[in-house]
């Protein structure tokens, strides 16, 4: 009986333990599947902590990129800050320099328009006064025209009247820009070695008064020249040298045009002596052409 009970102990016993070894058993397994739960959720852990390890260095590093960027954009809106200082100050100066500018040209321009004005009054009297100048240049070319004419008239009747002289020699005409020269050798008017007019002399004056009464507009130039033959004897006791022949003689001629009724302030006697000679004073001929009266019309001045 007591085996039964012993053998009923040992069975109930090791029931138990049967019993208790399952138990355990179970949650080992328990136990053993929250580990590798565990081990899985670590691991994945671990992946997001790695992942987000490598995005903070990566944000690290963008963040010092950006920080650098900022500094730089800093650096830059500095400059662009202190550039637009500048500019706004320029702009500023500008404005300035322009207002006063403004005022210079205004300034400037209102100088210009009194100018212009004035000079378009001054052309308005030049234009006036050209006008005056040019009837007036028209008045005196109809007047030089006249004188021309006159002169040239005056010329040809003193070759009509004394063409025997001509023909002769002893007197030339000569007429050049209204200047006319009656032109006569010593012999006609004169004796060797006098100053008085012969004569014959008076004769051939006459024959030139006679056109020259008529010439009002005139200057009348008397011009005694000699040769270079020096005055020697008792005739150098009154005329010392060339000079004092030449100028009584135009003296003389001059005197005797005014007794004949020509105007005395038309007339001059110039004496040249032997200092403007028209022929070579080495030969007779030449001489001869030297000792010479000149009665001269210009224009008066």
């Known amino acids: 009986m007591l085996g039964k009970i012993a053998q009923a102990v040992m069975i109930a016993s090791l029931a138990a333990g049967l019993s208790a070894c399952s138990v355990m058993q179970g949650t080992y397994q328990r136990k053993a599947d929250e580990a590798d739960s565990l081990t899985k959720?670590?691991?994945s852990l671990q992946k997001k902590y790695d992942d987000l390890a490598a995005e903070n260095t990566a944000l690290?590093?963008?963040n010092e990129r950006l920080l650098s960027d900022l500094s730089g954009m800093t650096l830059q809106k500095d400059k662009l800050t202190t550039d637009l200082d500048y500019v706004t100050g320029q702009r500023d100066k500008l404005a300035?320099?322009?207002?006063?500018?403004d005022k210079v040209l205004q300034a400037k321009s209102d100088t210009l328009s009194r100018t212009i004005f004035e000079l378009r009054r001054k052309v308005s009297d030049l234009d006036a006064e050209n006008a005056k100048l040019r009837e007036r240049n028209a008045?005196?070319?109809k007047a030089k025209e006249e004188q021309v004419r006159k002169v040239s008239s005056t010329y040809e009747n003193l070759l009509?009247?004394?063409?025997s002289e001509i023909s002769k020699g002893q007197v030339t005409i000569s007429e050049l820009k209204g200047k006319l020269t009656v032109n006569m050798v010593d012999s006609i008017l004169f004796d060797s070695?006098?100053?008085?007019v012969k004569r014959g002399?008076?004769?051939?004056?006459?024959?030139?008064?006679?056109?020259l009464t008529d010439v009002k507009d005139k200057s009348i130039r008397i011009e005694g020249h000699t040769d270079n033959v020096q005055i020697a004897g008792g005739l150098a006791r009154r005329y010392p040298t060339n000079w004092e022949l030449s100028a009584a003689r135009a003296i003389n001629v001059t005197r005797y045009l005014q007794d004949q009724g020509i105007d005395p302030g038309q007339l001059a006697a110039v004496a040249y002596g032997e200092w403007k000679p028209v022929g070579d004073n080495g030969a007779p001929e030449g001489r001869a052409k030297n000792r010479?009266?000149?009665?001269?019309l210009v224009p008066k001045e």
């Open 201 to 211: 002399g008076l004769e051939v004056l006459q024959k030139v008064i006679s056109i």
């Open 193 to 196: 070695g006098k100053a008085e």
């Open 96 to 101: 300035v320099d322009k207002e006063e500018l």
């Open 139 to 141: 008045a005196l070319e």
């Open 160 to 163: 009509e009247k004394m063409k």
């Open 60 to 62: 690290k590093v963008r």
């Open 292 to 296: 010479r009266i000149e009665i001269i």
């Open 41 to 43: 959720r670590l691991a």
